[in-house]
């Protein structure tokens, strides 16, 4: 028979959710408007250009693409590690298999979410590839969490 989980304290909430939840809002601040191609990609351009000058125009596009892309990869990557230390810090009782799960399960939602809330933002566009993106980087930051745990607890 499962015992019932055992109450937190509102501190021991906060300090294990707050910083997903903080982090959550960084995200949804990187969706708005400030930080669309259109306002950053200029920026990084400039930059790369100054920095390497022998570099073509469509090589410095393709840079700035990979760079924006990335960012979006890393995003949710850090999203996942906070979230899989949240989920074990309040379910250690469950499997590794299922907080994977709901991190995983989370991590594809919250993508989803944000692409939509991009859709109604005027300089930003909706795009699946980017959930898939935003996906595989929580994919990734979850099972590098749960690898590195377990690899703590067997040395």
Same mark, same amino acid.
């Given at each position: ?57 469509? @090589? ?11 960012? @979006? ?43 939509? @809330? ?27 969490? @749960? ?9």
């Amino acid at each position: 028979m499962n015992s019932p989980r055992k109450p937190q304290s509102y501190t021991a909430l906060a300090v294990n959710w707050a910083p997903v939840l903080v982090w959550m809002t960084v995200i949804f601040l990187f969706s708005t408007d400030y930080f669309s191609s259109t306002n950053t990609a200029p920026f990084i351009a400039t930059l790369l250009s100054n920095l390497f000058s022998e570099l073509a125009p469509e @090589h410095i596009d393709s840079i700035v693409l990979l760079i924006r892309k990335l960012g @979006h990869f890393s995003e949710y990557c850090i999203l996942a590690l906070l979230l899989m230390r949240a989920l074990n810090a309040e379910f250690a009782e469950q499997s590794a298999k299922s907080r994977i799960n709901w991190s995983i399960a989370l991590i594809v939602i919250y993508a989803v979410s944000d692409e939509l @809330h991009q859709a109604f933002v005027p300089s930003r566009t909706a795009s699946p590839w980017d959930v898939l993106i935003d996906s595989l980087g929580g994919m990734c930051g979850t099972l590098w969490f @749960h690898r590195r745990k377990r690899r703590n607890i067997l040395t």
